[in-house]
């Protein structure tokens, strides 16, 4: 029998089969009235391990051989981030690196995204998608390879650029992983739509992606896969929950009208400035008040513009609010109590019915990430053969906002895992944990991941998950 499909650990547990002690106990056992059917399950199952054994070292092999190159091209992209909306140049190194490893691209679909799909016979459709924008942050790691990048942002100031949330970090363990099953066609069947999404950071790339047709004009996926960085556990492990792993999330504006006059006269206007300090307390009573205790959610007035000068009470003040919750019950309760409370407020503060607050809900709004539960338990159960259990953790959802949640939320209801990639030396989550302090978190200036143990944890996570997913029978 060919043992070529065998590392060399199992090929002496399989000549040790041969020898005399081994053979008859099993011999004996066969002829005491064990099946015939017993026995080929055990021999079938010898030879299952060795080959599930064989593609993880494959994978090994493979990646070992990618890591340098994928370490580069993570530093290439941390030093030349792009806003949201403006990830042209991003985007097309994404299209050239799916070509190189043989998948048909298609460019600009839904802004800057591309689309990468590689047929491989009968079999499931399995997206992944990577994000490719970075943040107005002025990055201060002090590595070598730090970004020095700046931007018009779309106010046409010039601001600095960082990839501050690890989107170059998932690229790189996008690419590999494209790679990886592109070289190891011969052990899966299937059909893989690789996906580059714009404008993640603004909650929007998703949707546009799915209005230009995503799930039309390309193979329709039955299952959606995604991974991202995290700054609290280390690299080499990764993290996974079942259920809502992050929130709805919903900006509004809100547009405080008054009328203007002098300082020294106050009683001759209606001063919007004083409205829209009471609306800010008046807010951060919804989650306390209205909300069920133990449901999560979240009300942030994160902005506060108005006036010009001491002695103007302006027109108007504007507020920037955002609204974070995991029901989709408890989301419409915060918005609409938003609502109501401005409303009212400006009622009691004799606002002529002309003046009423304008609640703006923007574009830049998500759906809560839902990790399909019995899905996610196969990709743990795949994560926990490529990487052993003790490095796959059960983590809490967050309240952060990650629009991966949009490709579920379709008439097709496609289920979704996104699991958490570990970033941070081990020592280093250790001595902070000692010192009751934390590490610098996404969208910190000083957000650093160590690149090659978590690039490589991504490239082996994904592909190994990949190639279980679509095993040939």
Known sequence: MALSGCTDGNLALFLAFKQVKWRDSFMNHFRLGSSFLQFSCLVFCFFGLCSSTSIGADVQSLLSAELPSLVALYKTLHMNPELSLQEEQTAARMAAELREAGFEVSEK????????????????????????????????????????????DDLGREVPVMHACGHDIHMSCFVGAARVLSKLQ?????????????????????????????????????????????????????????????????????????????????????????????????????????VKPGDPAVVTVGSIHGGTKANIIPDEVRLQVTVRSYKAETRELLIAAIRRIAENLALAAGMPAEKMPEVILTQESAAALYNTPEFTREVRRSLEGALTPERVVSVEPTMGAEDFAEFGTTKEKIPLCMFRLGTQPA???????????????????????????????????MSSVLLDLLKKP
């Open 186 to 290: 011969s052990q899966w069947s299937g059909t893989l739509v690789f996906i580059a999404q714009p404008a993640e950071e603004r909650i929007l790339g998703a949707r546009m992606m799915l209005r230009a047709g995503l799930f039309s004009r390309f193979p329709k996926p039955d299952k959606a896969l995604a991974l991202h960085c995290s700054f609290d556990i280390p690299h080499g492990s990764v993290g996974l929950m079942e259920g809502f792993a992050m929130a709805n999330v919903d900006t509004l504006e809100i547009l405080v009208r008054g009328v203007g006059s002098h300082g020294s006269q106050p009683q001759l206007g209606k001063d919007p400035v004083l409205l829209a300090a009471q609306l800010v307390v008046a807010l951060q009573s919804i989650v306390s008040r209205e």
């Open 109 to 152: 679909i839904g802004g800057y995204g591309v689309v990468g799909v590689l047929k491989n016979g009968a079999g499931p459709v399995l997206l992944v998608r990577t994000d490719l924008d970075a943040l107005p942050v002025r990055e201060q790691t002090g590595a070598s390879y730090a970004s020095a990048k700046t931007a018009k």
């Open 427 to 461: 020592e280093a989550l250790s001595e902070a944990k000692a010192k009751k302090v934390t590490l610098p978190s996404l969208h910190s200036p000083f957000f650093k991941p160590e690149p090659e143990p978590t690039i490589k944890t991504g490239v082996q996570a």
